[in-house]
């Protein structure tokens, strides 16, 4: 398997939660009340699982192996928009935690800035992930050995394994905190 095939695994389940959260957003626009539980989820979904795990290989692994690379300046180009996106999307959950606390403090409003910040997540993601799977994940594997992508795996494994122990260790400590 090709490096990008976990990925591409990973972008099928961002996929399916980006469906349940366009749903929330339509109960929401018909007044539903807020499912605090499934925003919750929402932002550790995109904090833990988007972000941590998934970004976190592009950028910590692939990415950063690309550095090495002398990649042509269209794929140059797609990798800084690439990054750039990660970060809106971090910006975007932040925003969203941050709706959700002054909902439950009471300001109304807050539910039309949770709503919108929903909105904007569920129509940039799609976008990266087309432009990452039909633009760039498959070119830039060109400029890889059988060696070095059979390492990208090992090393894309070693990060998985080692996230939801370091995810939970962060938790007790941050308990531990008060
Ligand atoms: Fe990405
Ligand atoms: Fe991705």
């Known amino acids: 398997m090709l490096p990008i095939g976990p990925l591409m695994i990973e972008h099928r389940l961002i996929e399916r939660m980006i469906r349940l959260i366009e749903k929330m957003i339509e109960a929401l626009s018909q007044g539903a009340h807020v499912d605090l539980a499934f925003l919750d989820f929402t932002v550790d979904f995109i904090r833990t699982y988007a972000d941590r795990c998934h970004h976190g290989k592009e950028e910590n692994i692939l ?3 690309l550095e090495e690379k002398k ?3 269209i794929l140059r180009n797609i990798l800084q928009e690439l990054i750039e996106d990660h970060v809106k999307g971090r ?3 932040t925003r969203i935690e941050k709706a959700k606390t002054r909902y439950l403090g009471g300001k109304s409003s807050a539910l039309t800035e949770i709503i919108s910040q929903l909105k904007e997540l569920i129509s940039f993601y799609p976008k990266h992930i087309d432009k990452e799977e039909n633009h760039f994940f498959r070119p830039v594997m060109d400029y890889f ?3 070095e992508r059979e390492n990208m795996l090992k090393e ?3 990060f998985d394994r080692s996230l ?3 995810k939970y260790k962060e938790l007790v ?5 008060g």
């Open 164 to 166: 939801i122990h370091a």
């Open 63 to 65: 990415f950063h192996d």
């Open 156 to 158: 894309f494994a070693d």
């Open 145 to 147: 050995s059988n060696e």
């Open 173 to 177: 400590e941050r308990s531990e905190a």
């Open 71 to 73: 990649l042509s300046p």
């Open 91 to 93: 910006t975007i959950v």
